[in-house]
């Protein structure tokens, strides 16, 4: 066989018609499926005690080991069928194996939910033979088919944005084909192997060929609840914000205690940096400048540590961003940045921040020119990067988890009374309260603020909004 490939895979799930499809592809002449190698409960078929003699034990300990002895067979092409629950351990070696060869089978996840219960209440799973067919039916649940539809979308989800990455391509084939015996005939072709179309029998029977109405017994109710399902995603919050890692550079953790800080950047950093400094008392220095491999030595070197982030209001954020870094001609600004926002985005900032003719009127709005670029920033409309100050916090988060996520998301309002507890968990003799002052720029942010700055905000973090219940700004907090 000239195909290219080494051996291949039929990514599925239960009830999508994996049987029939493997019994189609093992009628092709130097085509072997082997089940469900890698289930965790059996080894390629119930019953069966091992798969090209490894068994299930030696498969346990070591899955890599039956991987080599199906991509091995030289007599033909070795695969096997993959669902989303099976060994997590062989699914990176073989999503970034370009010669394995990858078939995608699907099934309208309605059909397959519906299957999976009636298959459950007979405990029928396949059919040969129409007259010892089991009949019953299914009662529709709306939280456990969206579990079912999440697993399953979230499952080709993963396998797209692989190939993709690994610039492969695979071979799709729906339920509804698994009857054209051409495709079935073209699918061997694909596989480097020769199939007559008319060559295929069907050992395998449809269990449940009747309609949805007459399988499922409160159909009347699924068709109300399904109606409240968003099928196309209607109500989803467009993100084109580019991905961000985690800064571990910028963690800072207590000398004295397990105690680690996760930043996000204009948020209050100096303020929590000073409380854990008074924590820790005089002579002591906060532990910083980690990178990957010391903060891991740090997180096992200190058993039942604490992480936490802090989260700031998105319009104080964004208004500490652009006083700090666009407004600001100091150390630490962004001149160039500055100068494209004045050129490009028509903000009309002063040479000198302290000139007297920049009043609160001009500075109200240039501030809602900031925000305007946001909008336009984040949603990949400019040349100008997303920088880490005025990322959207949900993004910092997700960048966080690509290392390790935080114990706890406090809110800065809470800091008073957060911190203090926090401190009270580790023993520390003395509790100290966070100084008053936190957002240097809240007071003249009070000064300007108004409905049309939380529009402007909202529309430029709906996600900051959405997915951490912010109301509208209110200065007294």
């Known amino acids: 066989m000239a195909s290219g490939f080494d051996l291949f895979v039929v990514f599925a799930e239960m009830r999508t018609g994996s049987n029939l499809l493997e019994d189609y592809l093992n009628q092709i002449t130097g085509i072997t499926c082997h089940g469900e190698a890698f289930n965790p409960n059996f080894i390629g078929y119930p019953n069966r005690d091992d798969i090209l003699g490894i068994t299930q034990r030696q498969r346990e300990d070591n899955p890599d080991r039956l991987l080599r002895a199906i991509r091995s067979q030289t007599d033909g092409l070795d695969g096997f069928r993959y669902f989303h629950d099976h060994d997590p351990r062989v699914l990176a070696p073989i999503l970034s194996d370009p010669r394995c060869a990858k078939i995608i089978l699907t099934r309208n996840p309605l059909d397959s939910y519906i299957s999976l219960k009636i298959a459950r209440a007979t405990d029928q799973w396949k059919l040969t033979n129409v007259k010892n067919r ?16 999440g697993k399953t979308q979230s499952f080709q989800l993963e396998i797209m944005r692989a190939l993709q990455v690994t610039g492969q391509s695979a071979f799709y084939i729906g339920y509804d084909d698994l009857h054209d015996t051409e495709i079935l005939s073209g699918l061997a072709r694909w596989l480097g192997a020769d199939a007559d179309p008319d060559g295929f029998q069907a050992n395998l029977k449809p269990q449940n060929p009747q309609p949805l109405s007459d399988k499922v017994a409160n159909f009347g109710q699924m068709d109300a609840a399904l109606r409240t399902l968003d099928r196309f995603d209607l109500t989803r919050t467009p993100n084109f914000e580019p991905r961000r890692g985690p800064v571990v550079p910028s963690y800072v953790a207590c000398s004295r205690y397990p105690l680690l800080y996760l930043p996000i950047r204009s948020g209050p950093e100096d303020k929590i940096k000073t409380w854990m400094s008074t924590l820790d008392g005089e002579g002591s220095d906060l532990l910083g400048d980690f990178n990957q491999k010391s903060l891991r030595g740090w997180l096992q070197e200190n058993p039942g540590h604490q992480r936490f982030t802090v989260l700031r209001h998105p319009l104080a954020r964004a208004h500490s961003t652009f006083c700090d870094k666009i407004l600001n001609t100091g150390r630490g600004s962004y001149a160039k940045i500055r100068q494209q926002l004045i050129r490009f985005h028509g903000l009309d900032l002063p040479d000198d921040p302290n000139d007297p003719a920049y009043d609160t009127r001009a500075h109200k709005t240039a501030f809602a020119g900031f925000l305007t670029f946001l909008r336009s920033n984040l949603n990949g409309q400019t040349s100008i990067r997303v920088d880490a100050h005025w990322a959207s916090q949900v993004a910092c988060l997700q960048g966080m988890s690509e290392f390790c996520l935080p114990d ?27 100084h008053d002052e936190s957002d240097p720029n809240a007071d003249r942010l009070a000064q300007i603020h108004d409905r049309h700055l939380d529009k402007l905000c909202r529309d430029a973090y709906p996600r900051d909004y959405m997915m951490f219940g912010f109301s509208d700004y209110d200065p007294a907090v």
Request: hydrophobic share 45%; glycine share 2%.
């Open 134 to 149: 089991k009949e019953a039916q299914a009662h529709f649940d709306l939280h456990e088919f969206e579990r079912h539809l």
């Open 408 to 434: 706890f998301v406090l809110r800065e309002s809470e800091l008073p009374t957060a911190l203090p507890q926090m401190a009270n968990r580790f023993g520390a003799p003395a509790l100290p309260a966070p």
